[in-house]
């Protein structure tokens, strides 16, 4: 799986280990590839295969691909969870951060499946992509960001019309506001952090933050042969966030 280095990838990871699956964990960063893996090794007792660099780069896809070609021939279940977010409109984004989220979140899933496609199990295979809340409803002052989960969310669906017939199953999660270590760099970068905290749990009817493990078990669902007439499909976990 992509994006697993830390937050809501790092979670997924360690769940389906858990659970009994074999994982692949990819990062940017080396450092955080090892991290994760050494967190699943001391869940499991087993370190899984790790593959870093950078997600927009069809280099990384190759490696991906020559990775999971070398420890299971064949992949049941594919997760994309890498991104990177930012918090400015559109008049002001500056157009190389306008693109460096685009590539890293939109081109960024694209690759990986492009790459890993012809692994992929028929029948019974499943993509799920983590999307964002930002996809369905605006979230002020995220231009970059709801444009390439919109882009996620529109590939995904078209994805699962495409691979149908060969009984691969494509599925998005959208999670609202989820207390990782990108959302707490999020709050840190503003100008009154407590105060950003506080709005941002407010946008949430059930009034706190989600848990990465909460996204990670609707992934493990949509992973699932429990799942098994589920494609093309939104899974909100948002805590009301979509409601409002």
């Keep these: 799986m992509t ?62 691909a020559a990775a999971v070609a070398a420890a299971f021939q064949t992949l049941d279940v594919l997760v994309l969870s890498a991104g990177i977010d930012d918090f400015q409109p559109v008049d002001v984004v500056p157009l190389e951060v306008w693109d460096r989220v685009i590539a890293t979140n939109l081109r960024g899933a694209f690759l990986p499946c492009r790459a890993l496609l012809p692994m992929i199990r028929r029948p019974g295979g499943s993509i799920v992509h983590i999307c964002s809340a930002s996809a369905l409803v605006g979230s002020p002052g995220m231009s970059a960001y709801s444009a390439s989960k919109g882009g996620m969310l529109s590939l995904a669906r078209e994805m699962a019309v495409d691979y149908a017939a060969e009984g691969i199953r494509v599925n998005v999660i959208c999670p609202g506001s989820i207390d990782t270590p990108m959302l707490r760099a999020g709050f840190a970068a503003a100008s009154e952090p407590a105060a950003a905290e506080r709005a941002c749990i407010a946008l949430h009817p059930l009034g706190r933050l989600g848990t990465a493990n909460e996204v990670a078990y609707g992934a493990l669902y949509l992973a699932s042969d429990e799942a098994s007439f589920v494609t093309g499909a939104s899974l909100v976990i948002d805590g009301g966030y979509t409601a409002i």
């Design 3 to 64: 994006g697993a280095g830390s937050g809501i990838g790092q979670a997924i990871a360690r769940l389906f280990a858990i659970e009994g699956a074999l994982v692949l964990v990819h990062s940017r960063s080396p450092g955080h590839a090892e991290e994760t893996a050494a967190e699943v090794e001391r869940a499991v007792g087993t370190r899984p295969a790790v593959v870093s660099g950078p997600i927009e780069d069809p280099q990384t896809s190759e490696q991906l």
